[in-house]
């Protein structure tokens, strides 16, 4: 049974900093692409990073430069570091493995403030 259980969110004021973490089981960790997705209201959910087996990373143009995405295949356990959030960051952010089936975490807000 594969299980996401995201964690780390709240609020925080605009400039500031969270980090998420996303802890797996249920899966081969080491060998699956690991991403984070977020969904603003209103708005369709968004890829925000996600890291390959291989360390390869890929980010949104829009967290490029401020957000870094990581991983600890010891602890099967991802990671998303924001510095310097925006208002425009709030939003609700998944964990999500593509192992045969999408699996998805249940998600962690995260609120910036102006």
């Known amino acids: 049974q594969v299980q996401l259980v995201e964690s780390g969110g709240g609020l925080v004021q605009a400039g500031g900093s969270l980090r998420l973490s996303c802890a797996a089981s249920g899966i081969k960790f080491r060998i699956n692409t690991m991403s984070w997705y977020r969904q603003a209201p209103g708005k369709q959910r968004e890829l925000v990073a996600d890291?390959?087996?291989?360390?390869?990373?890929n980010y949104v143009d829009s967290v490029k430069g401020r957000f870094t995405i990581s991983r600890d295949n010891a602890k099967n356990t991802v990671y998303l570091q924001m510095n310097s959030l925006k208002p425009e960051d709030t939003a609700v952010y998944y964990c999500k493995v593509l192992a045969v089936f999408p699996y998805w975490g249940q998600g962690t807000q995260v609120t910036v403030s102006s």
């Open positions: 890291i390959n087996s291989g360390g390869t990373i």
